[in-house]
């Protein structure tokens, strides 16, 4: 049986790949496979086919019940939220990612849609995880970590702000003038800068 192999120490040739689409019958092989390292693990909660090495779209979930995906594809996805998540793949690391809340998949073993939505009602923590944890297996498959959803928080400008007797260093090429602020406005109309 294949492990899960651990991307902070060893070489996972498939983490970043797009895999290879597969028939519905060998994708129920594999996530049979799949489920019984979950089961044996009893850490986790997905797992998609290229985390144990195996180049095959197949990942399972198991958040309210079990769930195999085979060759998923996005219908739709709405409503982006940030989520703290992890990875089997990334012990130990956790990163806020930026998801979305509800999803419409197809898989290749259902003629018809699934939905996920992390909306309010019964076991609404649940469903959300659900929510995500579909879409983080279906990242693997097209060799995509939660790194590349992380959401990086952007740095905010504080504006200081200034009183109008205040004294302001104006500057625009070699000159240099000191001014209360409410005079420094013609200044700065004309093209000088603030210092």
Known sequence: MNK?????????????SKLREVSVEEGLVIAEELFQIL????????????????????????????????NPKYISKQNEIGY?????????H?????????????TEQSESNWYFSGVDGDDKEKRLLETVCVQHEMDHLMGKTMHDREMKLEPTKVEKKIGRNQLVTIKKGDAVKVLKYKKAQNFLNQGWEIR
């Open 94 to 106: 956790a990163i806020r990612t930026k998801r979305y809340q509800d999803i419409i998949i197809s």
């Open 4 to 16: 899960v192999i651990n991307c902070l120490v060893n070489h996972n040739e498939y983490i970043n």
């Open 39 to 70: 089961d044996k693990r009893g850490d986790g909660i997905g797992l998609a086919a290229n985390q144990v090495g195996i180049d095959a779209q197949v990942a399972v979930v198991n958040v309210i019940k079990p769930l195999v995906l085979i």
């Open 84 to 92: 703290g998540e992890g990875c089997l793949s990334f012990p130990g």
